[in-house]
Protein backbone atom coordinates (compact mmCIF):
# COMPACT_ATOMS: atom_id res chain seq x y z
CA UNK A 1 0.00 0.00 0.00
CA UNK A 2 1.42 3.13 -0.99
CA UNK A 3 1.45 6.69 1.31
CA UNK A 4 -0.59 7.81 -0.71
CA UNK A 5 -3.57 5.50 -1.13
CA UNK A 6 -5.05 8.02 0.80
CA UNK A 7 -5.78 9.98 -2.22
CA UNK A 8 -7.93 6.98 -3.74
CA UNK A 9 -9.99 6.30 -0.61
CA UNK A 10 -10.51 10.08 -0.39
CA UNK A 11 -12.70 9.93 -3.95
CA UNK A 12 -14.11 6.41 -2.94
CA UNK A 13 -16.01 8.97 -0.22
CA UNK A 14 -17.24 11.36 -2.36
CA UNK A 15 -14.41 14.12 -1.40
CA UNK A 16 -14.51 17.35 -3.70
CA UNK A 17 -11.62 17.11 -5.83
CA UNK A 18 -10.49 20.60 -3.97
CA UNK A 19 -10.76 18.57 -0.70
CA UNK A 20 -8.27 16.07 -2.23
CA UNK A 21 -6.01 18.70 -3.37
CA UNK A 22 -5.76 20.01 -0.04
CA UNK A 23 -5.00 16.80 1.45
CA UNK A 24 -2.28 16.04 -1.22
CA UNK A 25 -0.59 19.49 -0.38
CA UNK A 26 -0.22 18.23 3.31
CA UNK A 27 0.26 14.85 2.82
CA UNK A 28 -2.30 13.18 5.05
CA UNK A 29 -5.78 12.36 5.23
CA UNK A 30 -8.43 14.67 6.83
CA UNK A 31 -9.47 11.59 9.56
CA UNK A 32 -5.35 11.63 10.43
CA UNK A 33 -6.31 15.55 11.77
CA UNK A 34 -6.75 16.35 15.17
CA UNK A 35 -8.20 18.70 16.86
CA UNK A 36 -8.13 20.68 20.00
CA UNK A 37 -11.34 22.43 20.74
CA UNK A 38 -11.87 26.39 21.15
CA UNK A 39 -13.07 26.17 25.02
CA UNK A 40 -9.84 24.11 26.32
CA UNK A 41 -7.54 26.86 23.97
CA UNK A 42 -9.42 29.34 26.02
CA UNK A 43 -9.13 27.57 29.39
CA UNK A 44 -5.33 26.99 28.33
CA UNK A 45 -4.66 30.48 27.54
CA UNK A 46 -7.03 32.19 30.12
CA UNK A 47 -4.69 34.41 32.95
CA UNK A 48 -1.70 34.47 30.21
CA UNK A 49 0.08 37.78 29.82
CA UNK A 50 -0.63 39.73 26.87
CA UNK A 51 2.52 40.58 24.68
CA UNK A 52 2.55 43.21 21.65
CA UNK A 53 5.32 42.79 19.25
CA UNK A 54 7.25 45.37 21.17
CA UNK A 55 6.83 44.22 23.96
CA UNK A 56 9.23 41.49 23.64
CA UNK A 57 12.57 41.91 25.29
CA UNK A 58 14.84 39.30 23.66
CA UNK A 59 18.43 38.41 24.76
CA UNK A 60 20.43 35.69 23.15
CA UNK A 61 21.76 34.53 19.67
CA UNK A 62 19.17 31.52 17.98
CA UNK A 63 20.74 28.62 16.94
CA UNK A 64 18.78 26.63 14.12
CA UNK A 65 18.97 23.44 12.60
CA UNK A 66 21.16 24.08 9.79
CA UNK A 67 23.95 25.56 12.13
CA UNK A 68 23.99 29.79 10.96
CA UNK A 69 23.92 31.96 13.74
CA UNK A 70 20.40 33.80 14.02
CA UNK A 71 20.25 36.89 15.80
CA UNK A 72 16.82 36.96 18.27
CA UNK A 73 17.03 40.89 18.44
CA UNK A 74 16.96 40.85 14.57
CA UNK A 75 14.01 38.62 14.68
CA UNK A 76 12.53 40.72 17.57
CA UNK A 77 12.80 43.88 15.00
CA UNK A 78 11.32 41.19 11.87
CA UNK A 79 8.55 40.84 13.81
CA UNK A 80 7.78 44.34 14.83
CA UNK A 81 8.11 45.40 10.99
CA UNK A 82 5.32 42.25 9.76
CA UNK A 83 3.03 43.27 12.62
CA UNK A 84 3.24 47.06 11.67
CA UNK A 85 2.73 46.06 7.86
CA UNK A 86 -0.06 44.08 9.63
CA UNK A 87 -1.90 46.54 11.13
CA UNK A 88 -1.33 49.11 8.30
CA UNK A 89 -2.60 46.70 5.78
CA UNK A 90 -5.56 45.73 7.90
CA UNK A 91 -6.74 49.32 8.47
CA UNK A 92 -5.80 50.22 4.85
CA UNK A 93 -7.83 47.47 3.36
CA UNK A 94 -10.18 45.58 6.21
CA UNK A 95 -8.44 42.34 5.27
CA UNK A 96 -5.92 40.67 7.31
CA UNK A 97 -2.45 39.23 5.44
CA UNK A 98 -2.16 35.99 5.86
CA UNK A 99 1.00 35.64 7.80
CA UNK A 100 -0.18 34.08 11.22
CA UNK A 101 1.89 31.10 11.08
CA UNK A 102 5.24 32.93 10.49
CA UNK A 103 4.30 35.52 12.89
CA UNK A 104 3.01 32.49 15.24
CA UNK A 105 7.03 30.87 15.23
CA UNK A 106 8.58 33.86 15.35
CA UNK A 107 7.00 34.90 18.55
CA UNK A 108 7.83 31.49 19.78
CA UNK A 109 11.69 31.84 18.84
CA UNK A 110 11.62 35.27 20.54
CA UNK A 111 9.46 34.68 23.71
CA UNK A 112 10.03 30.70 24.11
CA UNK A 113 13.53 30.12 22.45
CA UNK A 114 11.88 27.84 19.27
CA UNK A 115 14.82 26.90 17.31
CA UNK A 116 13.27 25.92 13.95
CA UNK A 117 13.59 23.19 12.06
CA UNK A 118 14.48 23.42 7.87
CA UNK A 119 11.18 24.21 6.09
CA UNK A 120 8.85 21.33 5.81
CA UNK A 121 10.64 19.42 8.26
CA UNK A 122 7.51 16.64 9.30
CA UNK A 123 5.83 16.37 12.52
CA UNK A 124 6.89 19.29 14.11
CA UNK A 125 8.58 22.90 13.77
CA UNK A 126 11.01 23.12 16.19
CA UNK A 127 12.94 22.49 19.69
CA UNK A 128 12.34 24.15 22.86
CA UNK A 129 14.41 23.40 25.78
CA UNK A 130 15.26 19.93 23.38
CA UNK A 131 11.79 19.05 23.18
CA UNK A 132 9.55 18.97 19.92
CA UNK A 133 7.26 21.48 19.53
CA UNK A 134 4.67 22.07 17.38
CA UNK A 135 3.63 25.75 17.11
CA UNK A 136 -0.19 26.17 16.03
CA UNK A 137 -1.32 30.18 15.46
CA UNK A 138 -4.76 31.09 16.09
CA UNK A 139 -5.74 34.50 13.90
CA UNK A 140 -8.21 36.87 14.81
CA UNK A 141 -10.06 35.77 11.70
CA UNK A 142 -10.60 32.32 12.61
CA UNK A 143 -14.07 31.30 12.49
CA UNK A 144 -14.19 27.35 13.29
CA UNK A 145 -14.06 26.48 17.40
CA UNK A 146 -11.26 24.25 17.31
CA UNK A 147 -7.58 23.93 15.92
CA UNK A 148 -6.16 21.03 14.02
CA UNK A 149 -2.92 19.41 14.69
CA UNK A 150 -1.16 16.28 12.64
CA UNK A 151 -1.98 12.97 15.26
CA UNK A 152 1.07 11.58 13.31
CA UNK A 153 3.30 14.20 14.51
CA UNK A 154 6.09 13.79 16.29
CA UNK A 155 5.97 16.42 18.67
CA UNK A 156 6.34 16.55 22.17
CA UNK A 157 4.75 19.45 23.21
CA UNK A 158 1.91 22.18 21.41
CA UNK A 159 2.65 25.95 21.74
CA UNK A 160 -0.88 27.43 21.35
CA UNK A 161 -0.35 30.64 20.32
CA UNK A 162 -3.53 33.20 19.53
CA UNK A 163 -3.09 36.83 18.25
CA UNK A 164 -6.05 38.61 18.56
CA UNK A 165 -7.35 41.47 16.71
CA UNK A 166 -5.28 44.28 18.51
CA UNK A 167 -2.37 42.23 17.04
CA UNK A 168 -1.63 40.98 20.94
CA UNK A 169 0.09 37.78 21.03
CA UNK A 170 -0.78 35.25 23.77
CA UNK A 171 0.30 31.79 24.47
CA UNK A 172 1.04 28.45 26.38
CA UNK A 173 3.44 25.63 25.91
CA UNK A 174 1.43 22.41 26.20
CA UNK A 175 2.49 18.37 27.23
CA UNK A 176 1.62 16.32 24.48
CA UNK A 177 0.34 13.88 27.73
CA UNK A 178 -2.31 16.23 28.14
CA UNK A 179 -3.78 15.24 24.56
CA UNK A 180 -5.70 11.92 24.55
CA UNK A 181 -6.09 9.83 21.31
CA UNK A 182 -10.03 10.53 20.45
CA UNK A 183 -9.58 7.15 18.21
CA UNK A 184 -8.44 7.52 15.21
CA UNK A 185 -9.54 10.69 13.72
CA UNK A 186 -8.48 13.20 16.27
CA UNK A 187 -6.46 14.19 20.07
CA UNK A 188 -8.74 15.58 22.19
CA UNK A 189 -7.52 17.85 25.25
CA UNK A 190 -7.92 16.57 28.85
CA UNK A 191 -9.83 18.44 31.29
CA UNK A 192 -7.34 18.56 33.96
CA UNK A 193 -4.62 21.49 33.72
CA UNK A 194 -1.85 22.62 35.56
Not at 61 to 72: A, D, H, K, N, Y
Not at 89 to 102: A, I
Not at 116 to 145: F, M, N, Y
Not at 150 to 175: M, P
Request: glycine content about 8%; overall charge negative; hydrophobic content about 35%.
Amino acid sequence: MSDWDFLHEMHDRGCSPEEIADAAAVGYAPWEEAYVSKEWIDAELQGQARDSSRSLNPREQLPTEEGFPQSVLEQAEILEILVDCAERHFRNTGRYLQVWGELGEIYAEIKFGLCRHRTHHPGSDGTIAGKLVEVKTISPEKGSDHVLVKRQGDFEQLLIVRIDKEFQFTAKLVDRSKLLSGGRKFLRATAART
